[in-house]
């Protein structure tokens, strides 16, 4: 089923107020993503306004994010969502604001942890 969003944006309602738009259909079946499934996945983050504010890019970090299912994810959102894709599928998702609620602790959390990672300080002394 085709619908509009209350922003007016058009997509494939796939149920829990999240609407996907497929950019890249991927290939082969759909996998069975049972508990313990790892998807390894880019992903970016907009604003749903007039100028699609970007807030994260996974791909300016070093690895991909990694979602284990089955354990309470932050995000229902995000696992219902990269449930719908096939292998090799890119896909943009819209969703209510009330779903994205937990995002930004997410965010803040997958930031300090890139920055962390490419910190090149150290604390040393000199001891005389």
Same mark, same amino acid.
Do not use: M
């Given at each position: 089923?085709?619908?509009? %969003?209350? $922003?007016?944006?058009?997509?494939?309602? !796939?149920?829990?107020?999240i609407h996907k738009d497929i950019q890249y259909p991927g290939k082969g079946p759909l996998p069975k993503y049972q508990k313990d499934?790892?998807? #390894? +996945?880019?992903?970016? %983050?907009? !604003? @749903? @306004?007039?100028?699609? %504010?970007? !807030?994260?890019? $996974?791909?300016?970090?070093?690895?991909? +994010?990694?979602? #284990? +299912?089955?354990? $309470?994810?932050? #995000?229902? $959102?995000?696992?219902n969502g990269i449930k719908s894709m096939r292998p090799g599928e890119r896909s943009m998702f819209y969703c209510i604001p009330e779903k994205c609620l937990g995002y930004t602790k997410l965010s803040k959390t997958l930031r300090d942890m890139h920055k962390k990672e490419k910190s090149t300080d150290c604390d040393s002394a000199l001891i005389p």
């Open positions: 089923a085709v619908v509009s %969003t209350q $922003s007016g944006h058009y997509g494939r309602d !796939i149920g829990k107020g499934t790892k998807a #390894l +996945f880019h992903f970016r %983050t907009y !604003i @749903n @306004n007039d100028e699609r %504010t970007l !807030i994260d890019d $996974s791909r300016a970090w070093d690895e991909p +994010f990694e979602l #284990l +299912f089955g354990h $309470s994810f932050q #995000l229902e $959102s995000w696992e």
